[in-house]
């Protein structure tokens, strides 16, 4: 375990405390006005999760084909630290925004990384080599992230998720993502799907992206470690037109710094 993970598992409650004193907010989220965060007047309230969230000094957004034509270099210049950049889902869709944002991203000299939604109905193997098919191997990317939720409602797939087959089936995933990219990929998941499938500390050898909107993350994770929280996902950010969700890296600038230096292509690469 490397220093940022030990920091990871026992920093939960002084984290909170520290958040909870409001030290050390990062510029997207301390102008109340909104002209530094880009956020319009009258549509924003804040919650336990916002202000807590003030504590982390690291914050990005995600972004699909739903924020329109982002520009990036005003979101770059916002104080915006990273993006993660919907690329693909299930076995041939293709967010018809990823190369623009993609490249986009990378102009505006911003850390962004592509994140696919799995589609439970379709082979692994196909979701697989549709996001490899699509997602460069870029060696300024973030390690790939891999989006798995649960989808009662969805009309095309009807399928009832068993917990161990569908650990099974992320840990596949989650090992071709690391043999194609060279880098440890990230699992991004909600409050239900968690609960459901990694509660019992399943995949605790994965990065964690998690989702809680309202709450600080250990009323609904636990003690659980996590690197990514997102925290809210109605903001207004400058530079994107519409809402979109904010998230916060677990750790300080050093611990941002240190991360991005171990998961570059070279530092994957020699291990």
Not at 146 to 167: G, I, M, W
Not at 196 to 205: K, Q, R, V, Y
Request: proline share 6%; net charge neutral; glycine share 8%.
């Amino acid at each position: 375990m490397n220093n940022l993970s030990k920091h990871f598992a026992h920093g939960m409650l002084a984290a909170l405390a520290l958040a909870l004193a409001g030290c050390g907010g990062p510029s997207i989220l301390s102008d109340s006005s909104g002209k530094l965060s880009g956020q319009r007047p009258g549509h924003y309230k804040e919650t336990e999760a916002t202000r807590i969230a003030k504590g982390f000094p690291v914050h990005g957004v995600d972004v699909s084909k739903y924020q329109g034509n982002v520009d990036w270099m005003a979101v770059a210049e916002g104080g915006v630290n990273f993006a993660y950049i919907k690329a693909t889902e299930g076995g041939d869709r293709l967010d018809p925004k990823f190369f623009q944002n993609w490249h986009g991203a990378k102009a505006a000299g911003l850390p962004r990384g592509a994140y696919h939604f799995v589609y439970w109905c379709r082979p692994w193997q196909e979701e697989m080599a549709w996001f490899e098919r699509n997602v460069p191997r870029d060696p300024d990317a973030l390690p790939p992230v891999l989006d798995v939720e649960a989808t009662p409602t969805s009309t095309s797939c009807p399928r009832r998720l068993e917990k161990q087959q569908t650990l099974q089936e992320i840990r596949q995933m989650l090992s071709e993502m690391e043999r194609y990219y060279g880098k440890k990929p990230i699992i991004y998941t909600t409050v239900d799907f968690y609960e459901a499938m990694f509660s019992d500390g399943e995949m605790s050898n994965f990065p964690m992206w998690i989702r809680s909107t309202k709450h600080h993350p250990a009323v609904r994770y636990g003690d659980r470690a996590w690197h990514f929280w997102q925290y809210q996902s109605d903001a207004w950010v400058r530079g994107i037109p519409t809402r979109v969700d904010r998230n916060a890296f677990y750790g300080d600038e050093k611990d941002w710094r240190n991360w991005l230096k171990t998961n570059s292509f070279e530092s994957a690469s020699a291990r």
